[in-house]
């Protein structure tokens, strides 16, 4: 099969979740049409982590990330033009739409181009961002807007599902997954004797740097405790608190040494479709300390492999119970581990998705594209 997936933005978990469907479909070929936040990182540098031999890169130039109607008319025409191009040349059997702003503009274009096999994943709707009552009727409208236009949609956790459920929105889910073979029992040597608390992401609004540094900042003089932020991003500025440590951009296995050397993975993001940089500190037998948003609420079975906080002070709770306790650390690591293999493996979830597109294209009626490996 050939499957065309429209990602806006190319970065964070969105780029993970394409990535990971690529590699859980290896014998199909999967053309990825991207924007790109220089800013935040560059296209470039998010390719370098896609396997090679099944992926095709198409650069959609004009996509941005705000709602501006003179530059998303020119990317959906641009958009237009791309699905058009593809499917003169027999190039597409399925598109995958990620992230709202492509999920509206692209099931416009499927539509006006005649492809009837779409599927609209949000990786965090938009209206879940939204800071007033103002903006998210406008999101929630543009969602219900694009539903319209077809395609079916399809939820990364039950508790965002339920969000489009309760808009009257018929949807299904299927959980986000990694590769859940065992880790490598890899250790990066940091300062000997730190209680080390452990994030991964973009330093953007979603996840609520200013809350981090709020729940840092209460430890800044505490002797041992270190906080540390694995990425970058437009709002490091909110980070004041003389305990963290922002490591930049960092390789898969960097990443990895980080998270596999931490006491706890902490989470303040304001909500979430399903966090893969969670996911990957449960595979690592982690404690979770998630803020109780869409998407969190789903990794953590409470008092188990972590808990859920809904404001700072809850947190900073939390984190000194875990510190006085480390002995619970290992136990709930464990549960972790556990939780990750039963219900967010990769190759058990994500052979439903090979079985959407695949039964998209009988049910419609319609040839595949030839496309092999060779």
């Known amino acids: 099969m050939i499957i065309v997936h429209i990602v806006e933005p190319f970065a964070g978990g969105i780029a993970v979740f394409v990535k990971s469907l690529a590699e859980s479909m290896p014998d199909d070929l ?8 220089k800013e935040e990182i560059p296209a470039d540098m998010v390719k370098k982590n896609f396997p090679r031999g099944n992926v ?31 499917k003169a040349k027999e190039m597409i059997d399925a598109v995958h739409l990620h992230s709202s702003k492509s999920g509206l503009l692209g099931r416009m274009a499927c539509r006006m181009v005649g492809i009837k096999n779409v599927f609209y994943t949000p990786n965090g709707a938009s209206f879940l961002s939204a800071s007033n009552k103002v903006s998210r009727f406008i ?5 219900k807007l694009g539903n319209r236009f077809g395609g079916n949609v399809v939820c990364c956790s039950p508790s ?6 309760d808009m009257g929105i018929k949807a299904d889910y299927i959980n986000n997954g990694i590769n859940v073979k065992e880790r490598p029992e890899r250790r990066l040597k940091l300062r000997d004797g730190k209680f080390r608390i452990v994030t991964s992401g973009r330093i953007e609004k979603q996840k609520n740097p200013a809350l981090f540094n709020t729940i840092a900042g209460y430890f800044q003089d505490v ?10 991003g437009s709002s490091k500025h909110n980070f004041t ?9 960092l390789d898969k296995s960097g990443v990895h040494d980080y ?31 998630l803020s109780e948003c869409t998407g969190n609420i789903d990794l953590v079975k409470t008092g188990l492999n972590g808990d859920l906080f809904r404001n700072a002070s809850e947190a900073i709770i939390k984190i000194m119970q875990y510190q006085n ?27 439903s998705y090979r079985e959407l597109y695949a039964g998209s294209i009988l049910t419609a009626g319609s040839n595949r594209a030839k496309w092999t490996l060779a």
């Not at 002797?223 to 970058?232: K, N, S």
């Not at 902490?266 to 449960?282: K, Q």
């Open 160 to 165: 965002e599902l339920q969000h489009y459920l």
């Open 325 to 351: 306790n480390p002995e619970m650390l290992d136990i709930m690591g464990k549960y972790s581990a556990e939780i990750c293999r039963d219900e967010f493996d990769m190759a058990e979830n994500f052979k």
């Open 56 to 86: 095709r890169f198409i650069r959609w130039r004009s996509a941005q990330r705000s709602i501006n109607i003179p530059k998303d008319f020119l990317a959906f025409f641009e958009l237009f033009k791309i699905l058009r191009r593809l």
């Open 30 to 37: 999967h053309i990825v049409v991207h924007g790109e936040r």
């Open 223 to 232: 002797p041992g405790i270190e906080f540390i932020w694995i990425g970058d």
């Open 139 to 143: 999101y929630r409208q543009l969602e």
């Open 241 to 249: 608190s003389k305990n963290i440590t922002v490591t930049g951009w």
């Open 259 to 289: 998270v596999a050397a931490s006491h706890i993975y902490l989470s303040t993001s304001d909500y979430e479709g399903m966090s893969f940089a969670a996911l990957e500190a449960l595979a690592l037998k982690k404690p979770v300390l």
